[in-house]
């Protein structure tokens, strides 16, 4: 039962362009969704997150939307720089529960 | 300093084995998790320990065991080791409900 589902297993773009990747939830009852970075051979690293009672959240480069109704949020990154190239996995949790499910993760490559 | 660090990061064992995998958060959280990352990528949890108590035990095959003997550590133990046990295990600790944060990965190769 796949209750986080990213769509789209690789996404490339040209650097300074933006990259946008897109996350879909089942579950009604997530109210915390957050994003991950993982580089090979490494553990997945915190990026960004996003209350459910917002609908937007920035932090430098990065930008997370989260559209409640439609139960789907995406991470924009812009400009791409090819530093950003990694897995990026979308998760998503019920606050004060132990228990946080991940998509499959989009491995993004930024081009030169 | 790692945060979440765990040992072995690579480890390559024949079937039958017994084997264990260690996992030390130096964050002061409270909770600490296994996830397992399987062929398709996915990471999906396989225990979840609050103060050293049990809150999370997914759909898990009985040989594989935690262990926490503090809230800083939480340990897995893996028994009869099987082809289909190949993965990278991650272990992981937060607050409760809030960012986790991960350690490097075990690579697990049953052979």
């Known amino acids: 039962d796949q209750q986080v589902k990213q769509n789209s297993p690789s996404l490339s773009v040209q650097e300074g362009r933006i990259s946008i990747l897109n996350c879909d939830y089942t579950n009604s009852m997530f109210d915390y969704f957050l994003w991950y970075k993982k580089y090979p051979a490494e553990g997945p690293t915190f990026l960004i997150s996003?209350?459910?009672?917002?609908d937007k959240n920035e932090d430098g480069r990065f930008t997370v939307f989260l559209n409640k109704s439609a139960k789907h949020l995406s991470l924009h990154i812009v400009p791409s720089q090819p530093g950003d190239s990694a897995v990026y996995f979308c998760?998503?949790?019920?606050?004060?529960?132990?228990?946080?499910?991940f998509g499959a993760g989009t491995r993004l490559t930024v081009k030169p | 300093d790692t945060a979440v660090s765990q040992t072995p990061k690579y480890l390559v064992t024949q079937m039958g084995n017994d084997k264990s995998i260690k996992c030390e958060q130096n964050?002061?959280?409270?909770?600490m998790y296994w996830y397992k990352q399987d062929s398709k990528k996915f990471l999906k949890i396989m225990f979840s320990?609050?103060?050293?108590?049990?809150?999370i035990n997914e759909t898990v095959p009985n040989r594989f065991s935690p262990k926490s003997p503090d809230k800083a550590h939480l340990n897995l133990h893996i028994n009869s080791l099987e082809l289909g046990d190949s993965a990278v295990y991650f272990c992981a600790s937060s607050l409760p409900g809030n960012t986790i944060y991960f350690g490097e990965g075990s690579w697990l190769t049953v052979v």
């Open positions: 996003i209350s459910s009672i917002k």
């Open positions: 320990y609050n103060n050293k108590e049990l809150i």
């Open positions: 998760a998503a949790t019920i606050s004060d529960n132990n228990d946080m499910r």
């Open positions: 964050l002061g959280h409270d909770t």
